[in-house]
């Protein structure tokens, strides 16, 4: 047994005291939003785990979990790497043949309760909780099923019942947060018969993990996973091989996910607010453009009607003088014609010729 | 008021019905073994691949493609490219019925799909952006269906009614092309919370502007593919403005479209140079990503270029279909293919022939819809009882 409940009890009352004492300067070195400096975690020591599969079983019990295929105590299915699924909330892997190990190592997978959860911060329901004893646990009576957390969870964890037709439902560790309020420890800490797993208050076990590394020198790398990877985790693990070695990826970065996701998020009251303004802005100065366009149209028809208008006119006009002078000159022809005939008729008559006229010059 | 006659002729067993009736026979028959057997009877979903191609195809791709209606709604009336109007109806008429089956395929997906109101009803993930997907999708699905309207209304016959949301058409033109902007982007912000499973060729985080950027593209090569489609099978019932307007429409939309694939182009290098990922270019992936963005991208951007400058309307419908194939891979890349890169073959997603068969269904269905509704309702010509808006 690694702890016992009284003991268990015992770090509780040591985490009160610590807040009174130096709970102030502990909370500054967690990440600003990692929230609760008092949160409990899990450290795993590689080193120490011998493979047996007793926190596996332990889990599936206290968990109320479907029985496995095979019995936890066949340690045949470490032949396969497995994964975390709908009835399995843990799972230890071999891993063999890795240079600088003397034999085959051992790891347990399970939900790492991050300070900052992937999958909480990408639920569209808030069915994640972050709790202040640092469990993340899930609440299935809000949950759509939309898998989104399982895209965003960094280590693959969460799970779904895909075989459940009409109430099917995302599965993962609950860090037994049900248990710890109750002041019982995780049944698979209660089970490991090789203390690979200790449990206590987050900072402490950091502490811890480093008085290892420092009462045996050369059995640990300087890296505690978890202690900065995505912006920390509840669960610690400390290994004497690479982490990849045990298949855990070294490539995730420190950012915490909800970091990843702000910049995204900050743009959607920018451009809630911008567009409107801008894209009116640009039906105006287009209705403007219409409107001028339109206006100087009308405007040319205006000018152009006018325009003809005026020839019109003009045309009426001289065709009206024209007229005028036509008749004029058609008067003066009937006067002239109207004259000569006079004269004519004049000089035919016995008064004499006209002087001027050819008659008169001829001799009789 | 007098409600028209819906004539339904019998239906003639042309092979587009045949195809049609059994593949709605055959959805029908998943969808019922899918809400009795659940996603592990009819889908190869796993605890690795959470998401396949109902999220990848038919959210994915289906909202790139349903873009046509904001980004043809505002060349036309905000931009006042008048001379597209004749396009815009046909363009939400497609743009609705797209998210409409988007919406009805993510039924399929999500486990518990009669909780889908639940984000917004019973708690609000805000810190989510699938929860801002959910809530623009869900919102313009609504303007869409606003903006569709008067067509229907244009059929019954209520005058008033019409009269009055043509009213809106500024409001909702604006309130469409905010949302369409805001979940077009957030599309491609879902993956930015998984950077350690998309390959760094295409995760970026620039993601958003790049599912943003491609929607244009995707929305202005769809009103191509679009209309050449309707020319060939709905030709009889295009009014002269329609036909008229038709190629302007298609060359003008293949410049802009040109353009767009340019700036995508370039945003694209902008984003391998910003991650620094030249070295991956030197894989398997990298032989993909530079296919994806070189013969789906740069490629039809010169096409586009080409077929506009020459008035070529055969190269302009061709390089749409083209630049539509292109959004389809992208969208699969960023999705499924390219996303958890990181796993052993055994373990990565391959469709069941039944996701298949869904997502067939829901693309016949929305084919039908169409059908019925340019058939009876004033889509391709303008109402002759009706001022055009
Ligand atoms: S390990 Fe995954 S499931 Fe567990 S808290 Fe972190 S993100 Fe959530
Ligand atoms: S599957 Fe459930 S818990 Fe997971 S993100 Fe979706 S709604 Fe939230």
Known sequence: MSISRRRFLGWMGAAGAGLAAGGRAHAAALPPSGGHPDALGVLFDVTRCIGCRKCEEACNRVNELPPPERPFQDLGVLQKTRRTDARTYTVV????????????????????????????????????????????????????????????????????????????RVMKCTFCHPRLVQGLLPGCVEACPSEALTFGR?????????????????????????????????????????????????????????????????????????????????YAINRRRDRIAREEREAAVAAAVARAEAEAKKKLAEALAKAEKDKKAAIEREVKKALEEAARARGEAPAGPTPGTPGATKPA | MQFPKVTLERPRWTPFNIVAAIVVVVGLGITVLRFTKGLAATTNLSDYNPWGIWIGFDLLVGVALAAGGYVTSAACYLFGLKRFHTAVRPAILTGFLGYALVVLALHYDVGRPWRLPYPFIVQQGTTSLLFEVAACVALYLTVLFIEWTPAALEWLGLKRARNLVVRLTLVLTIFGVVLSTLH??????????????????????????????????????????????????????????????????????????????????????????????????????????????????????????????????????????????????????????????????????????????????????????????????????????????
């Not at chain 2, 090569?221 to 489609?229: C, D, Q, W, Y």
Request: hydrophobic content about 45%.
């Open chain 1, 202 to 282: 987050r900072r402490d076990l950091l502490r811890i993990a480093r008085e290892r590394m420092a009462q045996f020198p050369g059995r640990y790398l300087d890296h505690i996973y978890g202690e900065f990877e995505m912006g920390g985790t509840a669960w610690l693990t400390i290994s004497g091989v690479p982490f990849a070695a045990i298949g855990m990826r070294e490539d995730l970065g420190t950012t915490p996910a909800p970091e990843l996701t702000k910049g995204a998020l900050g743009v959607v009251p920018v451009v809630a607010a911008m567009w409107p303004v801008l894209l009116t802005g640009i």
């Open chain 1, 93 to 168: 892997n071999r891993y063999e043949g890795i240079p600088g190990a003397k034999g085959p190592l051992y790891r347990k997978i399970q939900c790492n309760h991050c300070l900052e959860p992937a999958c909480a911060s990408a639920c569209f329901v808030r069915a994640f909780t972050k709790n202040p004893d640092g469990a993340v646990t899930y609440d299935e009576s809000v949950c759509v099923g939309c898998r989104y957390c399982m895209i965003a969870c960094p280590f693959e964890i969460p799970t779904y019942e895909y075989d459940k037709a009409l109430t099917p």
């Open chain 2, 184 to 389: 077009q982007s957030s599309l491609g912000a879902l993956f930015l919370i998984a950077p350690s499973k998309l390959h760094p060729l295409w995760y970026s985080p620039y993601l958003a502007l790049f599912f943003f950027v491609s929607s244009i593209v995707a929305g202005l090569s769809m009103v191509i593919f679009e209309g050449a489609l309707a020319h060939r099978y709905f030709h009889h019932k295009m009014d002269e403005a329609h036909r008229r307007e038709a190629d302007g429409v298609a060359l003008g939309f293949a410049k802009a479209a040109s353009w767009v694939l340019g700036g995508y182009f370039v945003l694209k290098v902008v984003g391998v140079a910003q991650a620094d990922a030249w070295h991956h270019l030197a894989s398997g992936y990298g032989a993909w990503f530079l296919v994806e963005v070189i013969g789906f991208v740069l490629l039809p951007c010169f096409f586009f270029a080409i077929g506009a400058r020459e008035k070529n309307l055969r190269i302009v419908r061709f390089t749409a279909a083209w630049a539509v194939l292109g959004i389809v891979i992208n969208r699969f890349n960023v999705g499924l293919i390219a996303f958890n890169y990181h796993l052993p073959s055994s373990e990565r997603y391959f469709p069941h022939w039944m996701e298949i068969g869904i997502s067939l269904f829901i693309v016949t269905i929305g084919v039908l819809a169409y059908k019925f509704i340019v058939s009876h309702m004033p889509i391709l010509y303008a109402h002759p009882d009706y001022e055009p808006h």
